[in-house]
């Protein structure tokens, strides 16, 4: 199973502020990486595919970049709604998760 | 409405089996790989198996080989996943996700929570 490597596990950051969450792969996925938020008692929502390809729906502030082994999501603006838990998860093979990171306010 | 509904809530005694179903509507239920995961908050999502529902084919992580077991009813547009000898490490919420392009799920059922305690 390819290894995915999440950081960090949580954030406290305000409203308006930029959100970075880092995901890293333990071999090389080309671009087959996937975010998601999930939000308590929800089913995870589709925010990014293909690393940096924003599915319908999803807010522009929501960013994806990288390849290779490490890729990035980016809230630019971070809003109320934001507050969630967030999940890479590669499809280069079988699918595997990062671990998660929840976003929570300052 | 494109969606994925499971059904409910699952209590077993260790030991025991239980059978999840995912019924799927608004899209072409049988052209899409429909896969089973599971999550316990606070620690990462797990593959269980995959099933086309077109055909019935179907792929079983190596972890549950030999304890799930995939099915579907094509015509009624739902796919079942039974798990076997249940410990309470199969306690999980348990869901059904569309893969989409066979690259990332962009349709999730709601979940369904099973607990295995004695």
């Known amino acids: 199973d390819i290894e995915m490597t999440q950081s960090p596990s949580s954030v406290s950051a305000s409203m308006g502020d930029r959100v970075t969450i880092t995901c890293r792969a333990g071999?090389?996925?080309?671009?087959?990486l996937n975010w998601y938020q999930q939000k308590l008692g929800e089913p995870p929502r589709l925010l990014i595919h293909?690393?940096?390809t924003l599915e319908r729906g999803v807010p522009p502030r929501f960013s994806g970049s990288g390849s290779g082994t490490e890729f990035t999501l980016t809230i630019n603006g971070l809003q109320p709604d934001d507050l969630a838990t967030y999940f890479c998860?590669?499809?280069?093979?079988?699918?595997?998760f990062g671990g998660g990171t929840k976003v929570e306010l300052k | 409405q494109v969606q994925l509904v499971q059904s409910g809530a699952e209590l077993r005694k260790p030991g025991a089996s239980v059978k999840i179903s995912c019924e799927g509507s608004?899209?072409?239920?049988?052209?899409?790989?429909l896969y089973w995961l599971r999550h316990v908050p606070g620690q990462r999502f797990e593959w269980l198996g995959s099933?086309?529902?077109?055909?019935?084919?179907?792929t079983v992580a190596q972890k549950f080989q030999g304890r799930v077991t995939m099915t579907r009813e094509a015509l009624i547009n739902t796919a079942y996943l039974e798990l076997s000898h249940l410990t309470p490490d199969d306690t999980a919420v348990y869901y059904c996700?569309?893969?989409?392009?066979?690259?990332?799920?962009?349709?999730w059922g709601q979940g369904t929570q099973v607990t295995v305690s004695s």
């Open positions: 608004g899209y072409s239920f049988t052209t899409s790989y």
């Open positions: 996700a569309r893969y989409a392009e066979v690259n990332w799920f962009d349709l």
């Open positions: 099933i086309v529902p077109g055909n019935g084919v179907t």
């Open positions: 293909g690393a940096s």
């Open positions: 071999v090389y996925i080309s671009s087959n």
């Open positions: 998860q590669q499809s280069f093979s079988y699918p595997t």
